[in-house]
């Protein structure tokens, strides 16, 4: 699709477009976290933003897009960082102390928190069937996760329940500031600079040193977080949570063609049916949304 068409659709098809990019991407960002081995999830956090913090300056000065914050813009600013930071971190504990299913589980409740919060803080209202689809997209998510609760400990299951909650915040920040008319960029930008500089002292005093391979691996994850940020905020941007947050949902798709392509793994039966029951529900959300 050329840059002309895509100026062409709707808010809420660009916000489709968008949030199917960012699974991508951070599909990709998984792969590499995966690929990078055992480092501290400080470091791998610190990593993943510094790279978007460089990609967003860059990008801001090519547009010529000012620094500047509208008036009111600066504590949704730090609200947006302040969730964002801890959700990463969050997840990134998750996924080095739980099954790496269950961890993902608990991650992919941010939509479900993004859609609540919009509720309250934005005031967006939810209809019916758009609720049934996500709930059903959820569903189809339990097939494919199959997440092991009774084997989890409960501290790391709180902080990776807690690291879903903190992301669906964040979003709802996004999308807050995109309605008072912060650039995207710009909100990449400020969140990255943000965490950077939370995790720096603590990457000072715990940094292990890593392997080229493992480098360029937490680089291609940067790159990539870079990418599915971007996306992501414009998507948010573009359209509320509650139309566009089921195609969050194609990113366990990438991932499955990712992990037979990288890992060789092939997803069971279960996984299948989780497929189609969250593309059937993205199929549908699309024609109900025409």
């Not at 480098?215 to 940067?222: D, H, N, P, T, Y």
Request: hydrophobic share 55%; proline share 4%; with cysteine.
């Amino acid at each position: 699709m050329s840059f002309l068409s895509f100026r062409q659709l709707s808010s809420k098809k660009k916000g489709i477009l968008c949030i199917i990019m960012s699974a991508f991407c951070f599909a990709l960002m998984s792969m590499f976290v995966r690929l990078s081995g055992d480092l501290p999830f400080i470091q791998k956090g610190f990593f993943r933003n510094i790279v978007a913090f460089f990609f967003s300056f860059f990008i801001i000065l090519k547009r010529k897009d000012s620094f500047s914050i509208p008036k009111g813009n600066l504590k949704y600013l730090i609200a947006r960082s302040t969730f964002g930071t801890l959700g990463l971190l969050c997840n990134f504990y998750a996924v080095d102390h739980l099954v790496l299913s269950d961890a993902n589980m608990l991650n992919k409740m941010s939509p479900f928190f993004a859609i609540l919060f919009s509720f309250f803080i934005l005031k967006e209202t939810l209809s019916l069937p758009q609720g049934t689809a996500v709930c059903l997209a959820f569903l189809g998510s339990l097939f494919i996760i199959k997440p092991s609760f009774s084997s989890m400990e409960f501290f790391p299951a709180a902080i990776g329940f807690l690291g879903g909650m903190s992301a669906g915040i964040a979003y709802t920040f996004v999308r807050l500031l995109g309605m008072r008319g912060q650039n995207g960029p710009f909100i990449v930008f400020f969140f990255s600079a943000f965490s950077c500089l939370v995790l720096l002292p603590f990457l000072l005093f715990h940094f292990v040193p890593m392997t080229p391979s493992q480098f360029f691996c937490l680089l291609g994850a940067g790159l990539s977080a870079a990418g599915g940020q971007f996306s992501i905020t414009a998507a948010y941007t573009h359209a509320p949570a509650r139309e566009i947050s089921v195609y969050d949902y194609s990113q366990i798709l990438f991932s499955a063609i990712l992990g037979f392509l990288i890992f060789g793994q092939v997803p069971d039966g279960y996984s299948i049916l989780g497929y189609l029951i969250i593309c059937s529900m993205a199929v549908w959300m699309f024609f109900y949304q025409k």
